[in-house]
């Protein structure tokens, strides 16, 4: 008995000393404003979204309708909505966004406040509802659905008319909102042609209705508030792109496309950039019209995703009501490339290192949460410091041409310039591999390939201490081959234009 409870004193002791010997975790560094809202983050983090423009335009082989096609025009006889969002799914969209009314005035669901909608066509008799599968086949999916309610129509009588048409598209705009379900964007431009009339939108009342009727919903526009366009149809973002903006520097229709494509390092607001680009040349399908080779999609990928923004990808269903085999077989290609590239991640084979650490060694801010996908974990290095620097060191050569970062944005956008070093096999000199300025959610940078055993990553700038949550280092077998190609071509133009002007 004497035994027993000398043994369970001594335990009690060794229990008492280990928790006296611990010591409290460093808490997290402060967020620097401004911050994502949580609707804002669940957007970028989705990263790629899909476009349905569909409507009376895919049947009159028109962009922008007039507003005066008979409905009877509007017939697909094989929409499959649950088809849309399948590929869409499988293709790694995180969300599909409809045009439920364009610039013609068309709705493609029963509104109650027109009658040139679904409702006056021959479609399903008339009892059709475009918006009403497209949300249950999303629902089904578990993708998000996302709505473009145009400002500009060309057939209702009250347009140009503030109040009254203010009135009419408030009252569609809560049709959408009340009855199908949760809405996560809603999509809004200033598109108008020249010479229309005179139209001044609620924009403010607009907004506030929104959130009042879809508090998760992100609204986009040239000036957010949620989200803002890029400044493009190109699908290219600013070598530089902050999330930060000040949404006092921009208006709907009249932004400039700078500001829209880089942000601003001082903004006061948190409106990440959204990319849209079409698979075609036009927005709406036309017969004639072929989508963009996969390869092209994924330069677009990395000018876009890979420079803090979302990609949205308009994928225009045909006159039949289906994606096109030919876009289907693009999204394939585009899809097959991503994961080829981003799925073997070279950087887990490394023992990482850094400069410092927040709160030590021991600390729950280490190198090695970069490994780790997620924005809970990240390096933070130790306060005060003269010099942000990630190390990986390899057991052998590893061959690489792409570089990813991504910083944990809930925390606030911070790193302002970087650069990636390797160290040369046999002479052991460091080499600057590339540079680069804004990271954000996502940074991809691609260059020429190159082989190491040693690389380190290093931040020149932040607006404060920096913060990583991921790093990647991939081999791109897609789009670096043909750069390079295109880089000799450039080369050799440019020096037989110096020749020229040499002779001259």
Not at 354 to 363: D, E, H, N, V, Y
């Amino acid at each position: 008995m004497n035994s027993q409870i000398t043994i369970l004193f001594f335990f009690s002791i060794l229990c008492l000393s280990q928790i006296s010997n611990s010591s409290p975790l460093k808490p997290h560094p402060l967020p620097i404003l401004p911050l994502p809202s949580s609707q804002q983050l669940q957007w970028q983090l989705g990263s790629m979204a899909m476009f349905l423009h569909f409507g009376p335009n895919t049947f009159t082989n028109s962009e922008w309708g007039t507003g005066k096609a008979n409905p009877s025009v509007f017939n697909p006889t094989h929409l499959n909505a649950t088809q849309w969002v399948q590929i869409a799914k499988d293709s790694g969209f995180s969300r599909v966004i409809l045009t439920a009314k364009h610039h013609d005035g068309f709705c493609l669901w029963p509104s109650e406040y027109t009658d040139y909608s679904v409702k006056s066509s021959s479609w399903r008799n008339g009892t059709g509802d475009v918006v009403a599968e497209l949300a249950a086949a999303a629902a089904e999916a578990g993708i998000g659905l996302g709505l473009y309610l145009s400002p500009w129509d060309r057939h209702d009588q009250s347009y140009g008319k503030t109040l009254e048409y203010n009135e009419f598209y408030l009252s569609q705009m809560t049709e959408l909102l009340t009855k199908y379900g949760e809405i996560k964007e809603v999509w809004l431009d200033g598109a108008k042609g020249e010479g229309e009339k005179d139209m001044e939108y609620f924009f403010d009342t607009w907004f506030s209705l929104i959130h009042q009727l879809q508090p998760k919903a992100v609204i986009f526009s040239d000036a957010g508030p949620d989200v803002r366009w890029i400044g493009d149809e190109a699908g290219l973002a600013g070598s530089t792109c902050w999330s930060l903006f000040n949404r006092t520097n921009a208006k709907i229709g009249d932004t400039d496309p700078l500001y829209s494509q880089e942000g601003d390092k001082f903004g006061q607001d948190w409106v990440p950039a959204e990319c849209d680009v079409s698979i075609r040349p036009g927005w709406f399908w036309h017969a004639l019209e072929s989508p963009k080779p996969a390869v092209q999609l994924l330069d677009i990928y990395y000018n876009s995703v890979g420079r803090n923004c979302l990609f949205l990808l308009n994928v225009p269903p045909n006159s039949s009501g289906l994606i096109s085999e030919q876009d289907i077989k693009v999204l394939e290609e585009f899809r097959e490339m991503t994961h080829s590239i981003f799925s073997n991640n070279l950087a887990r084979k490394a023992l990482v290192n850094s400069s410092s650490i927040r709160g030590g060694q021991s600390s729950q801010f280490g190198p090695k949460n970069v490994l780790e996908e997620g924005l809970d974990k990240y390096w933070a290095p130790e306060e005060n410091q003269k010099e942000w620097v990630l190390y990986l060191e390899f057991k052998d050569p590893v061959s690489f041409n792409v570089l990813e970062i991504r910083e944990p944005i809930q925390m606030g956008q911070r790193i302002a310039s970087f650069h990636l070093e390797t160290q040369k096999i046999g002479s052991g000199k460091w080499e600057r591999v590339v540079s680069g300025t804004t990271v954000g959610n996502k940074r991809l940078l691609r260059f020429l390939k190159v082989e190491s055993r040693s690389l380190k990553l290093v931040v020149d700038k932040a607006r404060t201490d920096p913060l990583i949550s991921y790093l990647g280092i991939y081999m791109d077998k897609f789009s670096v081959s043909s750069r390079r190609n295109t880089t000799k071509i450039t080369i050799t133009r440019t020096l037989k234009e110096e020749q020229q002007l040499h002779d001259l």
